[in-house]
């Protein structure tokens, strides 16, 4: 049910009326009000505006395919009716919680004017709406949107634009183009972020402000409300409080669109693909290798994994995508191909389980992949806390299998938590190994990191090493493998077996 037709159903609630709603040509009642006679609802089935039948009246909304049926007690004066109508109206065109215009009635009324000239779209969106609600509740919530309100019906009277709210924390204001863009929606940012009166106090609150123009961005208002609408989360991206909608804006939105469209299907289609990224030990020891998955798009190309892994996992296919490395990775490094290698996988925490314990140890077995060469990683900033995920990783470790802790020393790292888990391994983020190109002091925070984990019986990896400085620093601070481009890109397997065996 839409925000609309929810006022509209409080509101017949309210006057004990009966909202009606035609669906697929057939009329039903929305609310529980005194049901009509059918004949009522059959001359409201055969699409008449303003019907009668047994002393009843039925007036269309004109909107949603919606009618207030009246009983013959409802209807007392022609002037009580023409009353009801007007309200009703006003419903069905105004926000009922802040009065602006919906976003149907906006485009109503300026549809034309803006296809025949020079028109100036701005998207504000809060950026800490959900944050009031949920700490200070819905009624602080509601007077935060009343406010707003208020202040940008002064603002369309004194500016000659038009209002509406869009969704629950955005809203779209429409004016002729007569200044500067920026100038004009830096205007209203100002008036909207003013602090806002509540009974505990004032706030202030942020906005992501995307602007779109007529006849630029489009000749129709929904394609300027659309470009607005981009450019505001482009906005949010980028850390910025207001953007202009450009043709980069639109490119992004149709590549991530693409992105979204095509996960499910890069399975089925053979699109993915796993790639090894060789670790190099630096003082004897076994060699490593990481699975990376790859996303070969049949038009985008190859997709960054920064790019498709959040829409893999806003989708729930997080799961099959880490069973297809697990997969492909213990297949392809299976006994015969071993050469001696520990093979390292990414493993979601939120994936970490009995049944993905024993799944892992199945396939292992299935493939003749030794358990004590499979290397587990998971990142700092996720390390599990649940007691059943933890004793899933302390069975795995049982069976061989070892736990390295990823990307260490960019979250809040916890010393209880790394002798908690009991991690084999521990793998320096690539952010602090860029530093020691520039940073003297930063050899002192890797000698303090390797030491840490010396003395917790972990083996050290660095990622992200790509000159030969950055190796040369490492070997002396006794690191046990590095990882990156200076001694290997990632390969496809066969590539990757190639190099190794000659």
């Not at 009246?57 to 009983?71: K, N, T, V």
């Not at 659309?226 to 953007?243: K, P």
């Not at 806390?385 to 302390?394: G, M």
């Amino acid at each position: 049910m839409s925000m609309n037709q929810a006022g509209l159903k409080a509101f017949a609630d309210r006057h004990s009326l009966t909202l009606v709603h035609v669906d697929q040509g057939r009329a039903q009642t929305v609310n529980a009000g005194e049901p009509p006679p059918a004949s009522l609802l059959s001359a409201i089935e055969r699409g008449y505006q303003h019907v009668r039948a047994a002393g009843w009246a039925a007036l269309s909304l004109g909107h949603d395919q919606l009618w207030l049926a009246l009983s013959p007690a409802t209807i007392n004066a022609n002037d009580e009716t023409a009353s009801l109508r007007k309200q009703l109206r006003w419903m069905d065109q105004n926000d009922r919680l802040t009065g602006l215009m919906t976003r149907d009635a906006l485009t109503n009324a300026l549809a034309a004017e803006v296809a025949n000239g020079q028109h100036l779209c701005i998207y504000a969106r809060i950026q800490d709406f959900r944050d009031v609600d949920a700490i200070q509740g819905t009624r602080a919530a509601d007077m935060v949107l009343q406010a707003l309100g208020g202040r940008l019906e002064m603002h369309c009277a004194e500016h000659g634009a038009h209002a509406c709210r869009i969704n629950a924390d955005a809203f779209v204001v429409v004016m002729p183009l007569s200044t500067d863009p920026d100038t004009a929606a830096a205007i209203l940012e100002q008036e909207l972020t003013q602090p806002i009166a509540l009974e505990f106090g004032t706030i202030r609150m942020r906005f992501a402000i995307g602007m779109a123009m007529s006849p630029d961005h489009g000749p129709a208002l929904e394609h300027l409300i659309r470009h607005a609408e981009l450019a505001s989360r482009d906005a949010v991206t980028r850390g910025q409080s207001r953007v202009l909608f450009n043709a980069d804006i639109e490119r992004a939105h149709l590549r991530s669109r693409a992105i979204a469209k095509g996960a499910l299907q890069a399975f089925t289609r053979g699109e993915l693909s796993v790639h090894y990224q060789l670790q190099v030990p630096l003082a004897g020891g076994h060699a490593a290798a990481e699975a990376l998955i790859r996303w070969n798009h049949p038009t985008l190309g190859a997709v960054s994994p920064i790019e498709f892994l959040p829409v893999f996992e806003a989708q729930g296919l997080m799961n099959r995508l880490t069973e297809f490395v697990l997969e492909t990775g213990l297949r392809d490094w299976g006994a015969k191909e071993t050469l001696g290698m520990n093979l390292s996988i990414n493993l979601p925490p939120a994936l970490i389980d009995q049944t993905m314990a024993h799944a892992i140890a199945d396939r292992c077995l299935r493939h003749q992949f030794p358990m004590s060469r499979l290397i587990l990683e998971i990142t700092e900033q996720q390390l599990p806390t649940d007691p059943d995920k933890l004793d899933s990783l302390h069975w795995l470790q049982q069976q061989g299998v070892q736990i390295a802790i990823d990307d260490f020393g960019v979250g809040q790292s916890c010393l209880a938590r790394l002798s908690q888990i009991h991690f084999n391994e521990l793998k320096i983020d690539r952010s602090l190994i860029m530093k020691l190109d520039d940073n003297a002091s930063q050899g002192a925070v890797i000698r303090s990191i390797v030491a840490l984990a010396k003395s917790l019986g972990m083996n050290v990896v660095a990622e992200g090493v790509e000159t030969e400085a950055q190796y040369a620093a490492l070997a002396k601070l006794e690191c046990d493998r590095i990882q990156g481009f200076y001694t290997a890109r990632p390969q496809p397997f066969q590539e990757l077996r190639s190099r190794l065996m000659h």
